[in-house]
């Protein structure tokens, strides 16, 4: 995939940029503040409708905005092109909301935006994937799952409402409030169930790619696995995680451990067990990631999870997502700067980098296009 053309209006500090890109490697550079990760956000929004740093969108409407008040709103479009066509995606922010547009026509939700033009974000923040809550492992699973399952993604949507309805009526109700609570829990059994089988046969199948990348990063390194616990308590005297297989028969137990815990869940007022408290546990030579990588060695891994994204995507659907590599480069050792440079250098594959400066090795680089940002307006190089 592959995106032509950007364009900003008022998106945070920048009033005003559009340029063409090239394939392969786009290189932003500039001092620090002057707007880089800005361009990398905006084509986050074109992708997904979303910033990756912050859930607020109200956030990217320009500071000290003296305008008119049909005028306050911030904009980004983008030209993208996949294998088979071409597509116009324009996004709008104002303090009332968002609108996004796909071909001139709007959309009436984010999920119609997804897949059109795929991303894969590589962020100093991407630390998370592995210090991180298992929340944000959680969402890591789920957003490839959104953008290559879309039964999936149904599946997920359904099972939150299930699970929100359930936790209001728990801490509505005066006494237990059985024939409510059942009626939802069928429902969040069968699609909590989707989910599962889902996570468990993506977190299969991305083990050996993360595994590949660990390796070309961190060769004769530590021993990665990955281990998707399901959020079901285990099992009284096994301590195995519950067996998966059969959909069916995984539904009826999910909804008879519900019906089991409904007392208790009652008194806490919340659900406590489910796939809302799944967790994909990492491990080095056996050891929690969390806790026992070491600053180098988490970085490594939240590479090879983010690079085994960008991989799972392209066998999903055929073609490379855009890569965006925030201050990624400087922070390369020797041996993976001999890595990166042969993974931007692979026909088909796109990306937009930033960096303060053009890196050490830029000579290698395949760079196709470079830009210099400075105080939001943007200028080729
Ligand atoms: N909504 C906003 N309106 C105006 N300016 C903003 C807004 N949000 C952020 N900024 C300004 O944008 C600048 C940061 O931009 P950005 O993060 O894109 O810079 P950068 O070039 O990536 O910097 P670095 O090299 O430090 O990562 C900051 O100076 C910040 O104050
Ligand atoms: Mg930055």
């Not at 394939?23 to 990760?37: D, E």
């Not at 060769?219 to 519950?242: D, K």
Request: with cysteine.
């Amino acid at each position: 995939m592959q995106l032509r053309r950007l364009k900003l209006e008022r998106f945070r500090l920048v009033e005003w940029a559009e340029f063409p890109l090239e394939k392969g490697a786009n290189l932003f550079t500039g001092r620090n503040a002057q707007g880089k990760t800005t361009l990398l956000e905006a084509v986050h929004y074109l992708s997904s409708g979303r910033s990756f740093r912050t859930p607020r969108d109200r956030e990217v409407l320009p500071h000290g905005e003296q305008s008119p008040v049909g005028e306050h709103f911030a904009a980004c479009q983008g030209t993208c092109r996949d294998a088979y066509a071409a597509h116009e995606v324009r996004v709008a922010i104002s303090p009332a909301g968002k609108t996004i547009w796909l071909d001139g026509k709007q959309l009436r939700k984010l999920t119609e935006l997804w897949g059109r033009l795929n991303t894969v974000c590589l962020l100093p923040s991407d630390l998370d994937l592995v210090r991180g809550a298992p929340a944000v492992r959680r969402s890591f699973l789920d957003s490839l799952l959104a953008r290559t399952r879309p039964d999936v993604l149904q599946a997920i949507g359904a099972y939150a409402i299930g699970l929100r309805n359930r936790n209001a009526l728990l801490r509505r109700a005066h006494s237990m409030p059985d024939a409510e609570a059942e009626a939802y829990e069928q429902q969040m059994a069968e699609h909590g169930a989707r989910t599962i089988a889902a996570r468990q046969e993506l977190v299969s199948g991305l083990e050996p790619l993360v595994r590949e990348q660990m390796e070309a990063l961190a060769p004769a390194g530590e021993h990665i696995q990955l281990h998707h616990e399901t959020g079901l308590p285990a099992r009284r005297g096994s301590g195995a995680e519950p067996a998966h297989g059969d959909a069916a028969a995984l539904a009826e137990q999910l909804r008879a451990l519900w019906q089991g815990n409904r007392r208790e869940d009652f008194q806490r007022g919340s659900t406590q067990h489910g796939p809302h408290r799944a967790e994909i546990r990492i491990t080095l030579d056996g050891h929690d990631a969390r806790a026992y990588a070491s600053q180098g060695q988490a970085r490594a891994v939240a590479l090879s999870l983010r690079l085994a994204e960008a991989r799972w995507l392209e066998q999903a659907t055929g073609q490379w997502p855009v890569l965006l590599l925030d201050d990624v480069l400087g922070e390369l050792d020797r041996q993976r700067t001999g890595y990166f440079v042969r993974l931007l250098s692979r026909p088909g594959l796109q990306s937009l980098l930033t960096a303060t400066d053009v890196p050490d090795f830029g000579s290698k680089l395949p760079i196709a296009a470079r830009f210099e940002v400075q105080a939001g307006r943007v200028r080729r190089a």
